[in-house]
């Protein structure tokens, strides 16, 4: 009789919520020598495993290019848990508070966010606690929606962006799920959560919420697969770095010497889904220590960096180093581009 082996190895830690912790993990068949690169959800309640197999049950027949695939149901020492197939991205969480977004990008990510709840819904089912953490863009520039469906049953929901009817305790459904979505969109656009904006997906009568006219577009998708490479690039970079140890002065390799365009110069005119380019100058930031950098205030990673700051104003830059931390400021002209090296940030 022939039966399978099948081992995982984890690996890194991919994140954490309520339900459980997510791993990245390879997945080894013994019989067959094949193996896997998975996602691997250990979930923290051991007394709901028949519910969980419900659930895997139900959304393991869910096929869908806006949705992660559920894998299997396992015990993995001891521990119920689901695989997953691992989506190499970045969250919408992670996307909205580093990059600024067009508006024909943010049409397009709930262009597909929309399309992976008509999905669920055509499937049976919905998500339930649609929120920016739960959403991924991979690195060819689609939306992957996670933990969809998953105990449904279960009053679980993330307040910000839930519908007025799920915070007074009604079950999740494909409308509650648009009004997420409608939040998420706020998120994007950098609107505050708690203001009425005009939405088919912001009723609070939940009948008269409808899908917007939104159709994905592969052209928006290669823009989007591109800002998702850039900002791994950065976080491998950083992760990079953190490991050579504050204490190291050590160049970086000839890979990682290309600058990095991660601030964008653009105003959306009011009314309208236009771009407007402002005169911006461009400050390169090339250092042979480790130096993380601040510009106004915000997190902008380590060296090196290529920053767009608008032109004529002063922007206060901040650095912590393995010497020490300091700031100046700069003005920057039209177009101007000025090169900063580690003499400009001695003490």
């Known amino acids: 009789m022939w039966t399978r082996s099948i081992t995982f190895e984890l690996q890194d830690l991919l994140g954490e919520g ?40 139900s959304l393991a027949r869910v096929r869908s290019p806006y949705c992660v695939q559920v894998l299997s149901f396992e015990r993995i ?23 600024l977004l067009t508006p024909e990008m943010i049409d397009e990510i709930v262009a597909q966010v929309q399309a992976g709840l008509e999905d669920l819904r055509n499937h049976g089912t919905f998500h339930g606690d649609l929120s920016p953490n739960n959403v991924m863009i991979d690195e060819q ?60 997906f912001l009723f609070s009568v939940a009948t008269l919420r409808q899908p917007r006219d939104l159709k994905p577009q592969a052209a ?12 791994r690039e950065r976080r491998r970079f950083r992760l990079n770095t953190r490991t050579l140890g504050p204490t190291l002065a050590t160049r970086p390799s000839k890979g990682w010497m290309l600058a990095v365009l991660i601030s964008f110069c653009v105003l959306t005119t009011s009314g309208a889904s236009q771009v407007v380019q402002l005169p911006c100058g461009f400050l390169t930031l ?40 300091g700031r100046k400021r700069t003005k920057l002209k039209r177009d101007q581009h000025v090169l900063w090296s580690d003499r400009d940030f001695s003490h």
């Open 18 to 57: 309520s339900q459980g912790r997510v791993f990245k993990a390879l997945r080894a068949d013994k019989s067959s020598g094949l193996t896997q690169a998975v996602a691997v959800k250990i979930l923290h309640s051991k007394t709901a495993v028949d519910l969980w197999k419900k659930e895997f049950e």
């Open 77 to 99: 020492e001891g521990q119920p848990a689901l695989i997953l197939e691992l989506v190499e991205g970045v969250s919408l969480s992670d996307l909205g508070r580093t990059c």
């Open 141 to 200: 520039g689609r939306v992957r929606l996670l933990d969809f469906g998953l105990a449904n049953g279960e009053h679980r929901l993330t307040p910000d962006f839930a519908a007025p009817e799920r915070l007074n305790g009604s079950a999740g459904n494909f409308q509650a799920d648009l009004f997420s979505l409608g939040r998420i969109e706020q998120f994007l656009r950098g609107v505050k959560l708690s203001s009425v904006q005009p939405s088919p």
């Open 220 to 231: 928006m998708q290669t823009k989007l697969s591109a800002i998702v490479r850039q900002l």
């Open 286 to 325: 090339r250092t042979e220590n480790w130096h993380y950098f601040l510009v106004d205030g915000v997190p902008v990673g380590y060296s090196p960096l290529t920053l767009a700051l608008k032109a004529g104003e002063i922007h206060q830059i901040e650095w912590v180093s393995a010497q020490g931390r």
